[in-house]
């Protein structure tokens, strides 16, 4: 009788609820103040798990609210009837009910778009932009001339360290002709960055020597640099302590792409939510092993991304610790710290995968009006996972399920396997169909099945932001480099290529990625992309291997290296003061032996 009383007192309070859910709706800012009360007290959503022997502490009923989450109605009943004290809030869970798509359920008002700005690229149509003019948003003569003096700084601290390399200091025009260099690596794929210089072979590239010696790409690999190395030294005595900054090395040009990005591109309604890996071996302290990536260790980006397009919104480097700890948990703070209401406006509409998908966020953001959507994990806390009429194995495909608790609906849906969404932007089932290939009599046929609203609106949306990460994939600047920073350094270069074909294709769409990569290079580079690189005759001429010294007994010695040729062909280390103009090697030329003819015969 006790039991049977129990689950009497249940089904009353479920019903209550059901009731005050639909009634007010009329009153719609009480209930966003209500729902973001009833969750403010729960456990942090990303750490806090159900488990059969967890019994979530009772709490005392919000003053002045009536209203209580469906969800967690079942943890109210010891105001009813002492004996619930003793049952464990999932077995008293088991008794809620999921609700199938034959009934009707009602989305929440619609939130009204209000962004900061009109949407799209925030420059005019008339206006002809060509790809190396929007590249300069993202990497401006300003950012490039910091990172010249910055990287003339370490260039002579190493210097004064014995580094026996000659250097002058980097103009932010040789800068430009570098990253030209580094995106033309990307479109021509070689197997080492001295091939890109290899003159006796039938597979070599005449470009790069027309733009920069290899020495000189060398030497600014190596000394590029983002922030000044006196800074970095004040930063590294930090460490250990809250003051210190780990991404103090790459900082400066962190914020001025991220502002750019902000700047120069308002997004439409739809954003996404998604994490990015950069590929990374270097023992920085900050890689983390990602299994669902290719690459598997490297450096995580959480970004924000337009799902119209693709163009990165804003992105953080995860550090290994939470930045913006507010103690909810690191997937909470992430979606809150790149949705800036300031910056963008309200009403927009933010999807997600499953890491980041709680309760908490979901109803947090729709008391900053923003609508929410995403996959969810079922033994994350406040998602209902024990109930009555639950989807099981042998559902049938196209079957659903839902619970509603104010704004936010929760759906399961049977595909191949059970999907979970949940969001507080749509009803939980509008008519909506999808068609899926099926096996009937040893033949395959197209049907279709019923698909929830949130399912459809999530795949749309989500996998429409697949292809921003494949354009940064295609022409990536990504190459092996023994310092971590150089790496988010090819990232950030990344970024600004990808979002200035976005802008190039918003502003006038006639240009395919290809052709824009192309004559981002030649621009960057100074040359026409029609020209033809290729060397003449002239050019293959012998010139001293150094500057030449006003001390007139080192004339013959200074700048001497080992004969290419030489060592190839007689196995000998001969030194030469003498070099070829145009391939930048080393060769002899004396009157018993002229390397500098044989070599370029053999070419």
Known sequence: ??????????????????????????????????????????????QDTFSEENVVPSREPHTGHNHRSVFN???????????SDQIPVLKRAKTLSWKEETDVDVAPKSLRFLPAREPGPQSSLADSHSPMSLFKLFFSESAVSNLCHNTNAQAARALAKGRKYSWTDVSVDELYRYIGLVFYMASVKMSSIADYWRQDSLFSVPFPATVMSRDRYRTISWNLHISHPEADKENDKKRGTAEHDQLFRVRPLM????????TFYHPRRNLAVKERLVACRANAGM??????????LGFKFFVLADSSNGYTVDLSVYTGKNIFPTGRGLSYDAVMSLLDKKVLGSGYHVYMDDFYTSPKLLTDLFAMKFGACGTYREYRKDFPRSASNPLTKKSSRGSIRWIRDG????????????????????????????????????????????????????????TSVDPSDQLLQYYTAQHNTMKWYRK????????????????HKELHGNMTHKAFMEELVAELCGVSEKADPEQTSNDHVPVPGAELTSNVRRIATVGRRICVHCKAVRGKKQQTPWKCQACDVHLCLQLNRNCFQEWHNDE
Request: hydrophobic share 35%; aromatic share 6%; proline share 4%.
């Open 1 to 46: 009788m006790a039991r049977h009383a129990h689950e009497e007192a249940l089904r009353m309070i479920i019903d209550s609820e059901e009731e005050l859910t639909c009634s007010s709706e009329s009153e719609d800012d009480e209930d966003v103040d209500d729902e973001g009360l009833h969750f403010e007290e729960q456990f942090d959503p990303a």
């Open 255 to 262: 914020d001025t792409i991220r502002l750019a990005c902000k």
């Open 73 to 83: 109605a079942v943890e109210n009943l010891n105001e009813c009837e002492n004996e």
């Open 407 to 462: 704004p936010l609906v929760c759906v399961k849906w049977m595909d191949k396997q059970e999907m979970s969404v949940c969001s507080t932007i749509h009803a939980a089932y509008t008519g909506d169909r999808v068609k899926r290939q099926v096996k009937a009599q040893e033949t395959r046929r197209t049907k279709s099945f019923p698909c929830p609203a949130p399912v459809s609106a999530y795949n749309q949306h989500m």
């Open 488 to 503: 988010v350094f090819l990232h950030f270069l990344d970024v600004a290529a990808t979002n200035a074909f976005i802008l």
């Open 287 to 296: 890689r983390r092993f990602m299994k669902a990536e290719p690459a598997k």
